[in-house]
Every structure is written in structure tokens, then in C-alpha cells.
């Protein structure tokens, strides 16, 4: 299944005002099939665990290999990062989103630069990839490495995949009625919990979201939520495998991956594929309904 999707051009014009120059990559990377750009991804995480591999030390590692490494693994291209305690900035929720971004992140499909702001640093070009991580008292070493490379999967698909750096961001062009119903969707499908139990509810509350939209908005909100999910699914992928390798297969013993469990990724996408087809069926059966209306008059 194929749906093209393209951010109006308002969107590019407002994220583009908030992308730095620092952080350059050449269309080179981010051109190919959706499987080659994740295989891309998945490459550089290789990479990464290799090289965490050398300097770390158990779990943690310092912020400065880290850096380093990232930059290594990039090279040529440039990404301004900055890895920031999540402790301290997000300690209301720190428990609940541990391991997560919260920045929007910003994409300019015509100059290829790529960046990340925070919502309160919109309009100021303050234009950097933050991470959130959790860090000692000098904040000079990340206390998990497992989640680092997951977090750093999220900035590799990104990377690779242009589109999911505009994926929250696609609702800013919606009149505030319907981007509530957006964010509500997107809400509902990837951050609700205990899928296996509530799937038909989320499933009629997502729809009754998305019943507000335009068949394109209804489209491209399942398209975004998607990514989302793909990502994650990505990033728990690449952070499972990394910790079975030191830890072997006992490693579900150890860690406690209950909120991944629970999450459900893999039977979440299932269902916003099957939305997203049977959406598709229904576009396609009005054109065909309008198309045939058209030749009988
Ligand atoms: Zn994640």
C-alpha cells in the first residue's frame, strides 16, 4: 500500500524557519525505498553498539564518547546533538517517559537540513536534536547505554526517514478543531496503554477522532501514526537485541520491559494498517462512484 504524502507548503515554511545550518545531511541518505532508509538506520545503530561496545563501562558510558560517537558514526554529515539530563528537565514525569524525545522535531524537504526544537524555542533558532537520557549528578555520564541506542534509533530513523520528522508537526496547518482531533488520534493509537484489552474501544475512539477530518487528514494522521509506530517498534528492536547480546536470552529477566509489553507495537500498527486500508478502499470506491455518475449524465 502507497500513500503519497505531502506536507503543505505553510508546514515548510514554518519549520523551515527554525532548522539550523549546523545540522546538514546530504539527500543522499534519506533517498530510497522506506525498507533501504530503515535498513540505513539500522546500520548506524550497528555501528554505534560497536562503538559504546569499546568505551563503555557496564551500563554507562560518558556523555562524551557518546557524543563523540554519534559523530562518528554520522560522519560526513553533521547533526548538532545535545544529550540533556531527563531527570532534571522532566522530573514530573520523568517515570513515565523515560527514554523518549520531547521535542518537535523539524524538517526542510528542500535544503535537506534537519533539526529539533523545543516547543518554547519555536520561534527563537535555537535549532539542536535534544536527547533526554538519564545522567549522573555531573551529568557526565549516561546511566543506560540500552536506552541511549534506543533513543539514538529514533534520531538514525529520523534521519533516514525525512518523514517522521515532520510527523507531530503535520497537524500544525489544521484549524484548532480538527488538530485536536489529530493529536487525540494520534494519542489514542500510540501512547494508550494495554492494548490487547481495549483494542476495539481505542479502535471506535480513534475513529471518532478521525471522523472529524477530511478523508487526506484522516489519511495522513494514520500515515504519521504509523511511523510512529514503526519507529518505536525499531528503537525496542535494536535495544532488546543490544542487551540479549550482553545479557543473553535471560535478558526479559532482568530488564523490566513491562511498558513495552504492554504496548503492544506490532498489533498497534496491524490495526492502523487495516484503518488505514480500509480508508483507502472507501477514497477509492467515492471516486468510482463520482467517476461513474460523471459518464451517465
Ligand atoms: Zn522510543
Not at 524537504?109 to 529539533?116: C, P
Not at 507531530?168 to 478543531?177: A, E, N, P, Q
Amino acid at each position: 500500500m502507497k500513500v503519497v504524502m505531502s506536507p503543505k507548503p505553510n508546514v515548510i515554511a514554518v519549520l523551515k524557519s527554525s532548522v539550523s545550518r549546523t545540522a546538514k545531511l546530504p539527500l543522499a541518505v534519506i533517498r530510497g525505498s522506506e525498507e533501504f532508509r530503515y535498513k540505513k538506520a539500522k546500520e548506524f545503530s550497528d555501528m554505534l553498539i560497536k562503538d559504546l561496545d569499546k568505551v563503555s563501562d557496564g551500563k554507562c558510558c560518558s556523555v562524551d564518547d557518546f557524543n563523540n560517537i554519534i559523530k562518528k558514526v554520522l560522519y560526513p554529515n553533521k547533526i548538532k546533538l545535545s544529550i540533556k539530563n531527563k531527570k532534571r528537565v522532566h522530573d514530573s514525569f520523568s517515570a513515565v517517559t523515560v527514554g523518549t524525545l520531547s521535542s518537535i522535531a523539524t524538517y526542510d524537504r528542500h535544503s535537506t537540513m534537519i533539526g529539533q526544537t523545543r516547543t518554547d524555542y519555536y520561534d527563537s533558532q535555537i535549532s539542536e536534536y535534544e536527547m533526554y537520557l538519564l545522567l549522573d549528578r555531573a551529568e557526565e555520564t549516561i546511566l543506560d547505554k540500552y536506552v541511549a541506542l534506543h533513543e539514538s534509533r529514533h534520531l538514525f530513523d529520523k534521519i533516514c526517514n525525512p518523514k517522521t520528522l515532520v510527523e507531530r508537526d503535520l497537524g500544525i496547518d489544521l484549524v484548532d478543531s480538527k488538530r485536536e482531533s489529530f493529536d487525540s488520534a494520534y494519542k489514542c493509537l500510540v501512547d494508550t496503554y494495554r492494548i490487547p484489552i481495549l483494542e476495539y474501544f481505542i479502535k471506535l475512539k480513534a475513529q471518532y477522532h478521525l471522523s472529524k477530518l477530511s478523508d487526506e487528514e484522516y489519511i495522513n494522521c494514520l500515515q504519521c501514526i504509523r511511523r510512529s509506530l514503526k519507529t518505536e517498534m525499531n528503537a525496542y528492536s535494536d535495544e532488546l537485541a543490544y542487551l540479549k547480546k550482553d545479557y543473553g536470552k535471560n535478558f526479559w529477566s532482568i530488564i523490566d520491559t513491562s511498558g513495552y509489553r504492554m504496548h503492544n507495537y506490532p498489533k498497534r500498527l496491524a490495526m492502523v494498517n487495516q484503518m488505514l486500508g480500509d480508508k483507502l478502499a472507501e477514497v477509492r470506491e467515492k471516486i468510482h462512484k463520482d467517476n461513474s455518475q460523471k459518464t451517465n449524465h
